[in-house]
């Protein structure tokens, strides 16, 4: 009776300790969101954790991603910073601003990107509109 406890605890546990691994990295890498051209959905700025998003190139072309606040909100005591990765890695590009957007502008081949936007608010106030931005992307 004991064994059949115990059997039934650790299958208990190991069904349990499954979707926890999962969402700690213990299985296939999430992928990330796509940026299209437009407008993104409103981000916020999570100090000291970068968001990524991926941007697929199918022809030579330039692409411009800037960040944007909303009308009447003022930037400063924002630091936004944003980086360009090409498929290997390689950093191709950046942008920041002290005051809340920034433009990044680069001449792109083919390919997948990656762009990452980081930054923080010296407001340190989660609920201050100062940490909301858009992107918008055009290409």
Known sequence: ???KIVTLGIAVASVLSMP?????GGSAP???PVLDRGISSTQILANGHPKRFQINIDQPTTL???SEQFPGVSGSGVRIMATLYDDSGRRVA????????FQLSRQLQ???YEV????WSYTQ???????????????
């Open 30 to 32: 999430q992928e990330l």
């Open 1 to 3: 009776m004991k064994l």
């Open 125 to 139: 106030n989660a609920d201050n509109l100062s940490n909301r931005y858009q992107l918008h992307v055009a290409y």
């Open 64 to 66: 411009r991603v800037t």
């Open 20 to 24: 926890t691994m999962a969402a700690m």
């Open 116 to 119: 990452e936007v980081s930054g």
């Open 94 to 101: 950046e942008a920041s601003s002290p005051r809340g957007h």
């Open 110 to 112: 083919p390919g997948a």
